[in-house]
T-cell receptor, first 116, second 108 residues
Framework: DAEITQSPRHKITETGRQVTLACHQTWNHNNMFWYRQDLGHGLRLIHYSYGVHDTNKGEVSDGYSVSRSNTEDLPLTLESAASSQTSVYFC???????????????FGEGSRLTVL | GQNIDQPTEMTATEGAIVQINCTYQTSGFNGLFWYQQHAGEAPTFLSYNVLDGLEEKGRFSSFLSRSKGYSYLLLKELQMKDSASYLCAVRFNYQLIWGAGTKLIIKP
């Protein structure tokens, strides 16, 4: 069965460290997204990609970067972790909206990051 | 700006019916989604509305009125496993805007 997986599921790091969260999907979806979820807020988009070598900034992209070298993976890097980046991070993928259907998102299990 | 409003929390009784409302103000519209999210888990897709009217899927139904910027999710024959957060999201310009979610508490 196709799936989307994230690793690590839990991470504790120190302020200033570089952290990379992995996301791997076997849906063969072109679209991939990174969100963060914090209490009292909706899901907030960090970065997204519509295909290989395509990356775009979302509404809360400062301090984060992504790269898309193949269809399956979209790793999220925190260049210098800050306490404000303590959050739950969700990776998601979706088929192309133009291909018909809802184009709904399929989410990974989430990565809980704590920055001390 | 773009805005989506949902009640923060609702309580209902097992076996009953509950309606979760979502109102939105966005500069465009390409569809509205409802997702369910159990505590500590990922959101999962429930429904999608792009035209006005009611979409029924088993115990869950979703309604959309584009002229009013309004949607609701109707859950019938509530079960304890329906205790979760319900997220409303509007798509426009190929982007999704998310509400903060409604936490639904089911009491026996």
């Amino acid at each position: 069965d196709a799936e989307i997986t994230q690793s690590p599921r839990h991470k504790i790091t120190e302020t200033g460290r570089q952290v990379t969260l992995a996301c791997h999907q076997t849906w063969n979806h072109n679209n991939m997204f990174w969100y963060r979820q914090d209490l009292g807020h909706g899901l907030r988009l960090i970065h997204y990609s519509y295909g290989v070598h395509d990356t775009n900034k979302g509404e809360v992209s400062d301090g984060y970067s992504v790269s898309r070298s193949n269809t399956e993976d979209l790793p999220l890097t925190l260049e210098s972790a800050a306490s404000s980046q303590t959050s739950v991070y969700f990776c998601a993928s979706s088929p192309l909206f133009r291909q018909g259907g809802a184009g709904e998102l399929f989410f990974g299990e989430g990565s809980r990051l704590t920055v001390l | 700006g773009q805005n989506i409003d949902q009640p923060t929390e609702m309580t209902a009784t097992e076996g009953a019916i509950v309606q979760i409302n979502c109102t939105y103000q966005t500069s465009g519209f390409n569809g509205l989604f409802w997702y369910q999210q159990h505590a500590g888990e990922a959101p999962t897709f429930l429904s999608y509305n792009v035209l006005d009217g009611l979409e029924e899927k088993g115990r869950f139904s979703s309604f959309l009125s584009r002229s009013k910027g309004y949607s609701y999710l109707l859950l019938k024959e509530l079960q304890m496993k329906d205790s979760a957060s319900y997220l409303c999201a509007v798509r426009f310009n190929y982007q999704l805007i998310w509400g903060a979610g409604t936490k639904l508490i089911i009491k026996p």
